[in-house]
């Protein structure tokens, strides 16, 4: 079955720089969260889109945007890079309601490991 | 906000043993999930519980909404269940949904 699928695996970037992460969600699946993951911590809520719409919003920095396209793919972009940023970044998926009604099942993928040198 | 309690924060077992890892929380939760966090640190799932009981071969889960827990049993554990294992809850609030994690409970299992 066909998963979550995030690139780059592996990023190394320089402080002051810029990051762009991409989540392709599960096909049909029409939600998108991002989760910050710090060493020997739990994930933690960054944003979520349903329907390309922002539905909710964690603690992101406001260096960090996203977005979600119109294929539903959605991308994460980071500026102004800092060494604690260094993170693995998750994407996951849902299929459901997430503005209303209620939401599903979220499915994981493989995370993005940044570095911040 | 809601508060996500998992305990114990570490469990050392042995092949074979049974364990049961618990999640508590705080306020009402409108969807619950278990995952195992792999060494590689591949988040897998393992139940959507909201409430209710499931198995899935030697993991159980339970879930008591009304009194704010919800319990994972492992029985016969394997070293491959080593990792740690998240309890994540999801409550709507205003505008969407927010998802919060425990801070999870790490298993060893020795051979």
């Known amino acids: 079955a066909a998963g979550v699928i995030q690139s780059p695996r592996h990023l190394i970037k320089e402080k002051r720089e810029t990051a762009t992460l991409k989540c392709y969600p599960i096909p049909r699946h029409d939600t998108v969260y991002w989760y910050q993951q710090g060493p020997g911590q739990d994930p933690q809520f960054l944003i979520s889109f349903y329907e390309k719409m922002q539905s909710d919003k964690g603690s992101i920095p406001d260096r960090f945007s996203a977005q979600q396209f119109s294929d539903y793919h959605s991308e994460l972009n980071m500026s102004s890079l800092e060494l604690g940023d260094s993170a693995l970044y998750f994407c996951?998926?849902?299929?459901?309601?997430?503005?209303?009604?209620?939401?599903?099942?979220?499915?994981f993928g493989p995370g993005t490991r940044l570095t911040v040198t | 906000g809601i508060q996500v309690e998992q305990s114990p924060p570490d469990l050392i077992l042995q092949e074979g043993a049974n364990s049961t890892l618990r999640c508590n929380f705080s306020?009402?939760?409108?969807?619950l999930q278990w995952f195992h966090q792999n060494p590689w640190g591949q988040l897998i799932n393992l139940f959507y519980i909201p409430s209710g009981t499931k198995q899935n071969g030697r993991l159980s889960a339970t879930t008591v909404a009304t009194e704010r827990y919800s319990l994972l049993y492992i029985s016969s554990s394997q070293t491959t269940d080593s990792g740690v294992y998240f309890c994540a809850v999801e409550r709507k609030r205003t505008g969407g949904f927010k998802t919060i994690f425990g801070a999870g409970t790490r298993l060893f299992v020795k051979a």
């Open positions: 306020d009402s939760v409108n969807n």
């Open positions: 996951a998926s849902s299929s459901g309601l997430a503005g209303g009604g209620s939401s599903y099942e979220q499915y």
